[in-house]
């Protein structure tokens, strides 16, 4: 799949704590905004699956 580069804008502690907990898992930074973002989208089609539909 191709990739999209994003630019985000965040504290720099939040950059210096998120840098350390890639290295420790080993992957990218940008793998671990991305896991996250997938996961709390996941989450968020969960919650709509519940949701009754709108009608027109």
Same mark, same amino acid.
Request: aromatic share 6%.
């Given at each position: 799949?191709? %990739? %999209?580069?994003?630019?985000?804008?965040?504290?720099? $502690?939040?950059?210096?704590?998120?840098?350390?907990?890639?290295? $420790? +898992?080993? *992957?990218?930074?940008?793998?671990? *905004?991305?896991?996250?973002?997938? %996961? *709390?989208?996941? +989450? $968020? +089609?969960?919650?709509? +699956?519940?949701?009754? $539909?709108? %009608?027109?």
């Amino acid at each position: 799949m191709a %990739s %999209s580069k994003l630019t985000l804008s965040m504290e720099p $502690e939040v950059v210096y704590r998120a840098k350390k907990i890639a290295k $420790e +898992k080993n *992957i990218s930074l940008s793998k671990l *905004i991305e896991n996250y973002l997938k %996961s *709390i989208s996941d +989450k $968020e +089609k969960i919650s709509y +699956k519940d949701d009754p $539909e709108i %009608s027109d």
